[in-house]
């Protein structure tokens, strides 16, 4: 009897442990799968064309896009495709999240990623759209003030969450795409920077680009901006990017998309790290 007990219990932990490995392999497989099946779906969504009810929104919403030349504005379509597909918009305070929304919200966000391949915004799941500027009690938030009205914002991007959107705003910024102003292109700037886990205007560079060199150009830039603000010298960039170093960043990035003819000619060193950085020259459409 000792023997065949043994026996029984020896046959017990192998089917225990058999068991439990074949548990941990259909896991990985499943997960495997999982993963495999989305990159098959993301690869299709970015070889895809823009759908002629999306092609019709931009054509009639975002003058821009005509100037962005063949070969980033296929990679758009396709990175508009997987944006839509993948993050999900929300209306607030009575808003109705319709295809338009959706639209001209993803197409000016993907202008940030376009020619960067392995960018994306990788902590963001979702797009927060209010009707018209919205007030907002957090004080951790790094957002768009409106001038005069501190606590009413346009546009808010949360650190590892969502990007806030007033959607008059939003549409006004993709019609108007040469006042230097673009709240959806601020806030998504904010996520790139915000995507190294820091909020200070110094996002994940290219491999091509020296971090030393855009902290230098950047910080004296920055400081440039607030002298010229303090003294009421005109400058290319808005005197809200002298408030701190992530707005800074945000404000050169609207400029860079909105003015770059003017900015290259007055911070011709900005505007050449923010050329590496995105991997293409607005001042040449
Ligand atoms: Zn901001």
New binding site residues.
């Given amino acids: 009897m000792p023997l065949d007990a043994s026996r029984t219990d020896s046959g017990d932990a192998m089917t225990g442990g058999t068991v439990l490995l074949l548990i941990i392999l259909g896991g990985a497989l499943i997960y495997a799968a999982r993963v495999m099946k989305r990159r098959r779906r993301r690869a299709a969504l970015m070889a895809a064309p823009l759908d002629e009810r999306r092609r019709a929104i931009i054509a009639q919403r975002i003058p821009l896009y005509r100037k962005i030349p063949l070969y980033l504005r296929s990679r758009l379509d396709g990175l508009i495709n997987r944006f839509l597909d993948e993050i999900t918009f929300v209306g607030r305070d009575g808003f109705d999240v319709t295809e338009e929304t959706r639209v001209v919200i993803a197409a000016q966000a993907c202008l940030l990623i376009m020619n960067r391949p392995d960018r994306w915004f990788p902590t963001l799941k979702s797009v927060i759209v209010y009707p018209a500027p919205f007030k907002s009690k957090a004080k951790k938030f ?4 409106e001038r005069g009205e501190t606590s009413v914002h346009s ?3 949360w650190k590892r969450g969502p990007v806030v959107l007033a959607w008059d705003r939003a549409a006004y910024g993709a019609l108007v795409d040469d006042d230097g102003h673009n709240v959806v292109i ?2 998504f ?2 996520q790139l920077d915000e995507a190294t886990g820091v909020s200070d205007g110094a996002p994940l560079l290219d491999k091509d680009q020296s971090a030393a060199r855009w902290g230098r150009v950047f910080q004296a830039s920055y400081e440039r901006l607030r002298r010229n603000v303090q003294t009421g010298r005109p400058a290319v960039f808005d005197a ?1 990017g002298a ?2 170093p ?2 800074f960043f ?2 050169a990035v609207e400029t860079f998309f909105e003015k770059p003819q003017a900015m290259k000619a007055e911070e011709p060193q900005v505007y050449e790290e923010l050329t590496l950085y995105f991997g293409f020259d607005p001042a040449r459409w």
């Fill in positions: 790094d957002g768009f003030v546009g808010e991007s601020h806030e700037a904010h809200y408030s701190a992530a707005e945000a404000v």
